[in-house]
T-cell receptor, first 115, second 115 residues
Framework: DAGITQSPRHKVTETGTPVTLRCHQT?????MYWYRQDPGHGLRLIHY???????DKGEVSDGYSVSRSKTEDFLLTLESATSSQTSVYFC??????????????FGPGTRLTVT | AQSVTQPDIHITVSEGASLELRCNYS??????LFWYVQSPGQGLQLLLK??????LVQGIKGFEAEFKRSQSSFNLRKPSVHWSDAAEYFC?????????????FGQGTELSVKP
């Protein structure tokens, strides 16, 4: 258990509204990630963070922004939600040293439905 | 291009039978390989990992995987399946990505276990 919580766990929102998902970790890990999971696609990286205020885009970052003002919190914002962003969102962490940065541990997920 | 392929979308095995889930990867550098399991409505749990050394790695829940560089494969095996093993299984490769590393996931294999 990597001490990761995500909130909310479920959310239904309307097209065009902003949505913020929160990932919280208790073990002071440097790297944090946001993935989305869609049938037939596995998980795909949206954004990641390598430290406070240090973030970078993943492969499916359009329509998403992130912020990390504290080590323990990594926020994912959908600036104007669209139906194509209906998905399950997972937060993950990894330790910083060497190859361990590839070993990621996942939170329980947030199921987001955009109507 | 970096990719992971899991050729079997769905597999059904009888309880007590052996299991092998296939995974092939495409990555030009040294691969760091992982298997994750996801039960319905849950997050992903790390089953096992390969970084280097012995090509047969042991994981949790009685699973093992064998890395074969010549075949670009990392197949997951279990000698005797239990009903509780029914879940979705994801293979992933860790790749260098900007300031850190990211995981590239296969599409997943859903395992059903029949009595």
């Amino acid at each position: 258990d990597a001490g990761i919580t995500q909130s909310p766990r479920h959310k239904v929102t309307e097209t065009g509204t902003p949505v913020t998902l929160r990932c919280h970790q208790t073990e002071n890990h440097r790297y944090m990630y946001w993935y989305r999971q869609d049938p037939g696609h596995g998980l795909r990286l949206i954004h990641y963070s390598y430290g406070v205020k240090d973030t970078d885009k993943g492969e499916v970052s359009d329509g998403y922004s992130v912020s990390r003002s504290k080590t323990e919190d990594f926020l994912l914002t959908l600036e104007s939600a669209t139906s194509s962003q209906t998905s399950v969102y997972f937060c993950a962490i990894s330790r910083v040293a060497g190859v361990s940065r590839y070993e990621q541990y996942f939170g329980p997920g947030t199921r987001l439905t955009v109507t | 291009a970096q990719s992971v392929t899991q050729p079997d979308i769905h597999i059904t095995v009888s309880e007590g039978a052996s299991l092998e889930l296939r995974c092939n990867y495409s990555y030009g550098a040294t691969p760091y390989l992982f298997w994750y399991v996801q039960s319905p409505g849950q997050g992903l749990q790390l089953l096992l990992k390969y970084f280097s050394g012995d090509t047969l790695v042991q994981g949790i829940k009685g699973f093992e995987a064998e890395f074969k560089r010549s075949q670009s494969s990392f197949n997951l095996r279990k000698p005797s399946v239990h009903w509780s093993d029914a879940a979705e299984y994801f293979c992933a490769v860790g790749v260098i990505y900007n300031q850190g590393g990211k995981l590239i996931f296969g599409q997943g294999t859903e395992l059903s276990v029949k009595p």
